[in-house]
T-cell receptor, first 116, second 114 residues
Framework: ETGVTQSPTHLIKTRGQQVTLRCSSQ?????VSWYQQALGQGPQFIFQ???????GRGNFPPRFSGLQFPNYSSELNVNALELDDSALYLC???????????????FGEGSRLTVL | SQQGEEDPQALSIQEGENATMNCSYK?????LQWYRQNSGRGLVHLIL???NEREKHSGRLRVTLDTSKKSSSLLITASRAADTASYFC??????????????WGLGTSLAVNP
C-alpha cells in the first residue's frame, strides 16, 4: 500500500470521447507525475505537477492535459480519444520535484482505459 | 522514448533458484532504480542505486551498477513463487532538461514456478 489512490480502476470509452482520471497523492507529497503504460511496454512519462503548476512534460500532444489541486490531488484529462490511448494510466506521488526526478516514486494501482 | 533495455525480456525459473536481470541505458545518470509490477497493477519501488555506488543490497535483492558500461543488474536470491512479476529499471538522467522524468525500460517478465 503506497497511499496513492486512483479512480476509476477500469473504464471503457469510444473514439472521440473525453476522459478524466483522478489521483490522490500520498499524505505529505506535493508532486504528482502521470505515466502511460501500453500493454507489454514500460511506463511513458506524460507530465508532472508541482504546486498546482505543470513542471515538465513528455512527448504527448496537447489533448493530454492535467490539473493539480491545493490538496495536491490531480486529474489527467484526455480529449478526442484515439484507439492508441488504450493503456494503463499510472499516477505517482513524491515530495518535491528533485525527489520526483531522481528519487523514489510511490505509484497508485492505475486506471485501465480501453478505447473502442 | 525508452532508455533502459532490460535483458532478458522473459525469464522462467524454479522456486529456490536465483534470478538475474540486466538493464542497459544510454545517457549519464544520477541514479538507477528498480521497480516491480504485478500483472496490470501499480509499480512498487524496490531499490535505488546512485551513480557513485557500485553495489547495494536489500533483503534478497542485490543490485550492481557499472557506469562505464552503462549497465545494471538485479539479482533475486532464493526466489519464491510470489516474486513472479515484471521488473523495470528506471534511470534519472543528469541532463533531464525540462522533462525531468525518469526513463523506463521495457521490463523483464519473471515467472517463478513452484
Amino acid at each position: 500500500e503506497t497511499g496513492v489512490t486512483q479512480s476509476p480502476t477500469h473504464l471503457i470509452k469510444t473514439r472521440g470521447q473525453q476522459v478524466t482520471l483522478r489521483c490522490s497523492s500520498q499524505s505529505g507529497h506535493n508532486t504528482v507525475s502521470w505515466y502511460q503504460q501500453a500493454l507489454g511496454q514500460g511506463p511513458q512519462f506524460i507530465f508532472q505537477y508541482y504546486r498546482e503548476e505543470e513542471n515538465g512534460r513528455g512527448n504527448f500532444p496537447p489533448r493530454f492535459s492535467g490539473l493539480q489541486f491545493p490538496n495536491y490531488s490531480s486529474e489527467l484529462n484526455v480529449n478526442a480519444l484515439e484507439l492508441d490511448d488504450s493503456a494503463l494510466y499510472l499516477c505517482a506521488s513524491s515530495f518535491g520535484t528533485l525527489a520526483a526526478n531522481t528519487g523514489e516514486l510511490f505509484f497508485g494501482e492505475g486506471s485501465r482505459l480501453t478505447v473502442l | 522514448s525508452q532508455q533502459g533495455e532490460e535483458d532478458p525480456q522473459a525469464l522462467s525459473i524454479q522456486e529456490g533458484e536465483n534470478a538475474t536481470m540486466n538493464c542497459s541505458y544510454k545517457t549519464s545518470i544520477n541514479n538507477l532504480q528498480w521497480y516491480r509490477q504485478n500483472s496490470g497493477r501499480g509499480l512498487v519501488h524496490l531499490i535505488l542505486i546512485r551513480s557513485n555506488e557500485r553495489e547495494k543490497h536489500s533483503g534478497r535483492l542485490r543490485v550492481t551498477l557499472d557506469t562505464s558500461k552503462k549497465s545494471s543488474s538485479l539479482l533475486i536470491t532464493a526466489s519464491r513463487a510470489a516474486d513472479t512479476a515484471s521488473y523495470f529499471c528506471a534511470t534519472g538522467p543528469i541532463n533531464a532538461g525540462n522533462n525531468r522524468k525518469l526513463i523506463w525500460g521495457l521490463g523483464t517478465s519473471l515467472a517463478v514456478n513452484p
